[in-house]
């Protein structure tokens, strides 16, 4: 019986709490509908004196019940990746679920006040620029968070959804390659009216705990962020500002080694087999056609794993560098069997061997150069995201840092970058730095 008096005064007390919340924000409505009830009442009286008629009240209605701000509004902000479930290459999109802070300062907000009403306050409007299709689970609260100094009350906007994003995927370096994934976040307002930056006391993160496509991807522990502006069509044509925030993902090569380049580099391999075969047989050419088409077959095959795009990947580059390999054995077993008919065996067979050892040393010298390639440009990237990971980490403890010590004491630290860059915050430090 006492568990079941206990359990039904806690019910009582949730209602009590949530009626007083309703009630609060019933009350608030009242005096801003009565504000704005006044006003009407003062304009119809000018308009009646003055004979406009109801052109006044036609105005203020027409207006948009929030309340506007004559200042510039800066409105920080600060992005969680929460969850990054697929990552379609061929679509070129990605799908996450992300948890948007934002906050701003707001001077018409009472002291007293407690409960934000979004229809009736300023709002910054956000709108996310990238995302393709509709929003899903998607979960919103405003909160008031008044300070003890003589800064106005700070408004706090907690906003969660998932859903699928488009990014512009750069393939030059697949299979070795490192790709952005940006959630590009915006405004319905003017860049005269507000401003967008990224949060100066905490930083964006992704949690890779989360990471639901580990399978084929690695995913990088920083974030970073960029301003940006453009002019898009929204009631009228006016420029907007937009934040950029970006997290990283490796893609894994093993897949692409095992069953597409072990396989070709297999290919070109057998090649050098048929020269088991004498010179003046024909079957050396056709062994060689066979291993061409089989070749070919294996560039379809990387084509279905790619967006249709107008340069070549690193993969292609290689599957056809074989395909030209193949091309130059072809060639060549044409060559010694047509010399097979103008001169003597022996002096073909010497033709032969030489051939058959410029082809080797094209082979390895394709292997060695294209190696090198590959680690000055996509593994450099790749170490490159890893020193940018150092950074993350070294500059989230310094921002913790911050938070912990007085202001004005202690010894003098390393100095750091801003939270917020005009473009590529950790990029220009890592510039600087090396």
């Given at each position: 019986?006492?568990?079941?008096?206990?359990?039904?005064?806690?019910?009582?007390?949730?209602?009590?709490?949530?009626?007083?919340?309703?009630?609060?924000?019933?009350?608030?409505?009242?005096?801003?509908?009565?504000?704005?009830?006044?006003?009407?009442?003062?304009?119809?009286l000018e308009s009646e004196s003055n004979h406009q008629g109801l052109a006044?009240?036609?105005?203020?209605?027409?207006?948009?019940?929030?309340?506007?701000?004559?200042?510039?509004?800066?409105?920080?902000?600060?992005?969680?990746?929460?969850?990054?479930?697929?990552?379609?290459?061929?679509?070129?999109?990605?799908?996450?679920?992300?948890?948007?802070?934002?906050?701003?300062?707001?001077?018409?907000?009472?002291?007293?006040?407690?409960?934000?009403?979004?229809?009736?306050?300023?709002?910054?409007?956000?709108?996310?620029?990238?995302?393709?299709?509709?929003?899903?689970?998607?979960?919103?609260?405003?909160?008031?968070?008044?300070?003890?100094?003589?800064?106005?009350?700070?408004?706090?906007?907690?906003?969660?959804?998932?859903?699928?994003f488009k990014e512009n995927l750069e393939l030059q370096h697949f299979p070795?390659?490192?790709?952005?994934?940006?959630?590009?976040?915006?405004?319905?307002?003017?860049?005269?009216?507000?401003?967008?930056?990224?949060?100066?006391?905490?930083?964006?993160?992704?949690?890779?705990?989360?990471?639901?496509?580990?399978?084929?991807?690695?995913?990088?522990?920083?974030?970073?962020?960029?301003?940006?502006?453009?002019?898009?069509?929204?009631?009228?044509?006016?420029?907007?500002?937009?934040?950029?925030?970006?997290?990283?993902?490796?893609?894994?090569?093993g897949y692409f080694v095992w069953n597409i380049i072990f396989i070709v580099?297999?290919?070109?391999?057998?090649?050098?087999?048929?020269?088991?075969?004498?010179?003046?047989?024909?079957?050396?050419?056709?062994?060689?056609?066979?291993?061409?088409?089989?070749?070919?077959?294996?560039?379809?095959?990387?084509?279905?794993?790619?967006?249709?795009?107008?340069?070549?990947?690193?993969?292609?580059?290689?599957?056809?560098?074989?395909?030209?390999?193949?091309?130059?054995?072809?060639?060549?077993?044409?060559?010694?069997?047509?010399?097979?008919?103008?001169?003597?065996?022996?002096?073909?067979?010497?033709?032969?061997?030489?051939?058959?050892?410029?082809?080797?040393?094209?082979?390895?010298?394709?292997?060695?150069?294209?190696?090198?390639?590959?680690?000055?440009?996509?593994?450099?990237?790749?170490?490159?995201?890893?020193?940018?990971?150092?950074?993350?980490?070294?500059?989230?403890?310094?921002?913790?840092?911050?938070?912990?010590?007085?202001?004005?004491?202690?010894?003098?630290?390393?100095?750091?970058?801003?939270?917020?860059?005009?473009?590529?915050?950790?990029?220009?430090?890592?510039?600087?730095?090396?």
């Open positions: 019986m006492l568990e079941v008096e206990t359990v039904n005064s806690k019910k009582t007390k949730d209602e009590n709490v949530k009626l007083a919340k309703v009630f609060k924000a019933l009350s608030s409505n009242i005096e801003k509908n009565n504000e704005l009830l006044d006003q009407l009442f003062e304009l119809t006044p009240l036609r105005s203020i209605l027409s207006k948009d019940l929030s309340a506007a701000r004559e200042d510039k509004v800066t409105v920080e902000i600060k992005l969680t990746f929460m969850k990054i479930n697929d990552i379609d290459t061929v679509d070129q999109k990605f799908q996450s679920e992300i948890f948007i802070q934002a906050k701003w300062h707001d001077h018409l907000i009472k002291p007293d006040e407690k409960v934000f009403e979004p229809s009736m306050m300023w709002t910054p409007k956000l709108i996310i620029l990238n995302i393709d299709g509709s929003i899903e689970e998607e979960h919103i609260d405003y909160s008031i968070l008044h300070s003890n100094d003589d800064n106005p009350p700070r408004v706090q906007l907690m906003w969660r959804f998932k859903a699928f070795v390659d490192v790709q952005d994934l940006t959630i590009s976040i915006s405004t319905e307002k003017s860049i005269h009216e507000i401003e967008i930056i990224e949060d100066q006391s905490s930083l964006s993160s992704v949690n890779t705990q989360a990471f639901l496509d580990a399978s084929e991807w690695n995913l990088y522990n920083h974030t970073e962020s960029y301003r940006d502006k453009t002019t898009v069509e929204y009631a009228r044509s006016t420029v907007h500002s937009i934040l950029h925030i970006q997290c990283r993902v490796a893609r894994k090569i580099f297999l290919i070109i391999g057998l090649t050098f087999a048929s020269y088991s075969i004498e010179v003046d047989n024909g079957d050396r050419l056709a062994v060689n056609i066979t291993l061409f088409l089989t070749a070919v077959t294996f560039k379809l095959v990387v084509k279905q794993s790619l967006p249709t795009i107008s340069y070549l990947t690193y993969l292609d580059l290689y599957v056809l560098a074989a395909l030209i390999f193949l091309a130059l054995n072809a060639t060549q077993n044409a060559a010694m069997k047509s010399l097979a008919y103008i001169y003597q065996l022996k002096e073909v067979k010497i033709y032969d061997r030489n051939s058959i050892a410029s082809l080797a040393v094209i082979f390895i010298l394709f292997h060695i150069v294209f190696g090198i390639y590959i680690a000055f440009t996509a593994t450099r990237r790749r170490w490159k995201m890893q020193e940018k990971d150092k950074l993350y980490q070294e500059k989230k403890d310094y921002i913790e840092r911050s938070r912990m010590s007085p202001r004005g004491t202690g010894k003098r630290k390393r100095r750091y970058p801003p939270v917020a860059q005009p473009r590529g915050s950790l990029e220009s430090f890592f510039e600087s730095r090396y």
